[in-house]
């Protein structure tokens, strides 16, 4: 089972260095190595899902600090400093708009994928989601 702690030493590293270049020494891995795991269509899925893993709990831990930052906004809309008041104005708009883009976006593209998935069963095609 040397070669599957390997990879998981690598999947580790790579999630948490900068580059390629990091994570070899970090695990103790050549680059060659990583990067052979990274041209590996399972280790290359296993790698996605981890990183998004990652993603997800980074999200998560934005989401709980969320309120706090609505109500630093909030108490600043009318803090009598009418420079503050207008940026704080200004970021929950921003805010508002890129959030709604946001899902407006994820909401296409997931009937998008969903579409190409269907036709792509349907004409026997390899699932294109498993690329890296």
Known sequence: MPKEN???KALTALLESATITDAAESCGLSEKTLRRY?????FQ???RAARRLVFEQNIVRLQSLHAGAVETLERNLT???PSVEV???QIIIESSRKDFE???ILERLEAIENATETENQK???TNYRQRF
């Open 38 to 42: 990274l041209e590996d269509s399972e």
């Open 102 to 104: 946001t899902l407006d």
């Open 6 to 8: 390997n990879k998981e």
């Open 87 to 89: 940026r704080a104005a």
């Open 79 to 81: 803090c009598e400093n």
């Open 123 to 125: 004409n026997g095609k």
């Open 45 to 47: 899925k296993e790698f």
